[in-house]
C-alpha cells in the first residue's frame, strides 16, 4: 500500500468522526424552551402525586413546568420537564435535578462518587477526566 492509501486509511475515520460531532452540535441547538428532559422511575404514579417530589427538582420547581405520567406497560411514572421561555433554569441544573431524584426515590439517598481518586492524574487519562468533570452537568460522557 503507497503513502497515499496509507493516508486515506487515517483520514477517512477522521472525517466521519468530525461530520457526527458537528451533526450532535446542530441536533442540540434545539432552544431550551421547545426541549423536555424525560425520565422513568420506577414509582407508581399514585406515590408520586400523593407527595412532593424530593431533592433539587423542588429546589427549581418555580422555573419549570413538571408533568407525571404512568410509563408505558405499567414501568413507574414518566417524569417530564419542561424549561420555559425565559426562566433563569439551565438545561445542566435539570438534568442534575431529575438525576438527584431519581436517585432519592429509587435508592432512597443521592449516590456521588466520594473519597480520593484510585487512578494517578495522568496525560494519558486528561480527557477521560474532563469528561468525568463535565459529565455531571451535562448528563452524559
Known sequence: MGRTGKALLFAAPLAAGAAVAAARRRRGATPASRRSHVLTVFRPLAELEATQLPGSLREIADG????????????????????????AVTDGEVRRALRETRSLLEAGDVLLPSGPATTTPTWRNRPLQAATRNGREGGLL
Do not use: H, K, M
Open 64 to 87: 419549570v413546568q413538571i408533568t407525571l405520567r404512568a410509563a408505558p406497560g405499567g414501568r413507574g411514572t414518566e417524569i417530564a420537564v419542561r424549561i420555559p421561555e425565559g426562566s
